[in-house]
Nanobody
Framework: VQLQASGGGSVQAGESLRLSCQAS????????ITWYRQAPGKQREFVAA???????NYVNSVKGRFTISRDNAKNSVNLHMNSLKPEDTAVYYC?????????WGKGTQVTVSS
């Protein structure tokens, strides 16, 4: 199983970014995908998740600003991030469970300046 996160970058507060998580080596359509982030000096935290059926969940701090979606035809999950704030600055990781293991992609850096 391989997960590849992409789409990070440096933006100004209030701008938007779209992160993508590309999966391979698994039956993507039956797996949930979760996004986490880790800011400098802080623990990794849950950001958003989407189930195989399309159900979604978000950490309170991003509700109304971030949207997670999936495209099973492309084996990918997107995280649309709007109205970005400096406190969203972090390395973002996607992860997925598969046969009892949790797989992680390499992170993608998001930097939001005020």
């Amino acid at each position: 199983v391989q997960l590849q996160a992409s789409g990070g970058g440096s933006v100004q507060a209030g701008e938007s970014l779209r992160l993508s998580c590309q999966a391979s080596g698994m039956i993507f359509s039956i797996s949930g995908i979760t996004w986490y982030r880790q800011a400098p000096g802080k623990q990794r935290e849950f950001v958003a998740a989407i189930t195989s059926g399309g159900g979604t969940n978000y950490v309170n701090s991003v509700k109304g600003r971030f949207t997670i979606s999936r495209d099973n035809a492309k084996n990918s999950v997107n995280l649309h991030m709007n109205s970005l704030k400096p406190e969203d600055t972090a390395v973002y990781y996607c992860s997925a469970p598969w046969y009892g293991h949790t797989y992680w992609g390499k992170g993608t850096q998001v930097t939001v300046s005020s």
